[in-house]
């Protein structure tokens, strides 16, 4: 079952913050965050394992609460780049690494 | 980057015709997929193997079935495409559940006219 983003789409003007949720209704192993630009293939941005533990990756940071499976990515002082279709993943525990993504939230910063 | 190419790129087909879809990765990953893209569905997976000769069924796997007779390919075969099967096809590969990265091709466009 695919895990829920929200929301689908935000648009930003550079400089502004941002906040992408992403929730599952199974246990959770892991939660990934990739970003996709359009006619690109998906890129890794990072992964969380289940203990709550919270990463960063430039401005880009993200939560795990594997209480209530829910991840959230935070993007600070977004930056033209940034723009592109941001897609969490999520793996239960079976054992084997299956990855489920969610729709997407597509991310527009402007000038 | 990962070395992990996708063939053909873009193929157009008709209904009932057999296609099939090759990835081929560099890096010795045990860990392959297919997922397929579509508008407002994103990335859903098709197949998956967790080593050669080892795979099993994704969420949309009816009607496609898959290979891996070596650790660097991995086949995604259309055994009589339909029209529903028009999407962007993405392999990607992986070395280790824990250390997490997908790897993506390129992507394949299949058109099932």
């Known amino acids: 079952q695919q895990p829920v983003q929200s929301p689908q789409a935000v648009i930003l003007r550079e400089g502004e913050d941002a906040v992408i949720n992403c929730s599952s209704s199974?246990?959770?192993?892991?939660v990934h965050w990739y970003r996709q630009k359009h006619g690109e293939a998906p890129v890794f941005l990072m992964i969380?394992?289940?203990?709550?533990e919270q990463k960063g990756h430039e401005k880009i940071s993200a939560s795990f609460n594997e209480k209530k499976q829910q991840s959230s990515l935070y993007l600070t002082a977004s930056q033209l780049s940034y723009s592109g279709t941001y897609f969490c993943g999520t793996e239960g525990s079976t054992g084997f690494q299956k990855l489920v993504f969610g729709t997407g939230t597509r991310l527009l910063v402007s000038p | 980057d990962a070395g992990i190419t996708q063939s053909p790129r873009h193929k157009v087909t008709e209904t009932g015709t057999p296609v099939t879809l090759r990835c081929h990765q560099t890096e010795n990953h045990r860990y392959m997929y297919w997922y397929r893209q579509d508008p407002g569905h994103g990335l859903r997976l098709i197949h998956y193997s967790y080593g050669v000769k080892d795979t099993d069924k994704g969420e949309v796997s009816d009607g496609y079935s898959v290979s891996r007779s070596k650790t660097e390919d991995f086949l995604l075969t259309l055994e009589s495409a339909t029209s529903s099967q028009t999407s962007v096809y993405f392999c990607?590969?992986?070395?280790?559940?824990?250390?997490?990265?997908?790897?993506f091709g390129e992507g394949s466009r299949l058109t099932v006219l």
């Open positions: 199974k246990a959770l192993y892991s």
């Open positions: 990607a590969s992986s070395i280790s559940r824990d250390t997490g990265e997908l790897f």
């Open positions: 969380l394992l289940k203990g709550g």
